[in-house]
């Protein structure tokens, strides 16, 4: 079992930045990889970015590459996703998220995760 708490949201304008986290509890954070999925208001929730279990790897969705930065800190349990060049169309519920299987490469699809945290507002004001 893997609890998840988000934190670091906020309002901030255009351009700005924010550096959302994610802290997992357990013994296996280490050999899992974690995903960032974010919900609009009226929207199916999408798939943000991914890392490996070991953060050797990690894969983005078009619409964030570029700006957003996917990492892990194993030694404290914690993934953080960092959001520069914000737009208002970023403007979500985020979560992260994780799956009940170990060493894999990483996932892009809702299904593949098993757990999943509270979410945090990002908004972000033109």
């Known amino acids: 079992q893997v609890q998840l708490v988000e934190s670091g949201g906020g309002l901030v304008q255009a351009g700005g930045s924010l550096r959302l986290s994610c802290a997992a509890s357990g013994p296996t954070f280490s050999a899992i990889a974690m995903g960032w999925f974010r919900q609009a208001p009226g929207k199916e929730r999408e798939f943000v970015a991914t890392?490996?279990?070991?953060?050797?790897?990690?894969y983005y969705a078009d619409s964030v590459k570029g700006r957003f930065t996917i990492s892990r800190d194993n030694a404290r349990n914690t993934v953080y996703l960092q959001m520069s060049s914000l737009k208002p169309e970023d403007t979500a519920v985020y979560y992260c998220a994780a799956p009940s299987t170990y060493y894999s490469a990483y996932y892009t699809e809702r299904s593949e995760y098993d757990y999943w945290g509270q979410g945090t507002q990002v908004t972000v004001s033109s």
């Open positions: 890392i490996n279990w070991s953060g050797s790897s990690t």
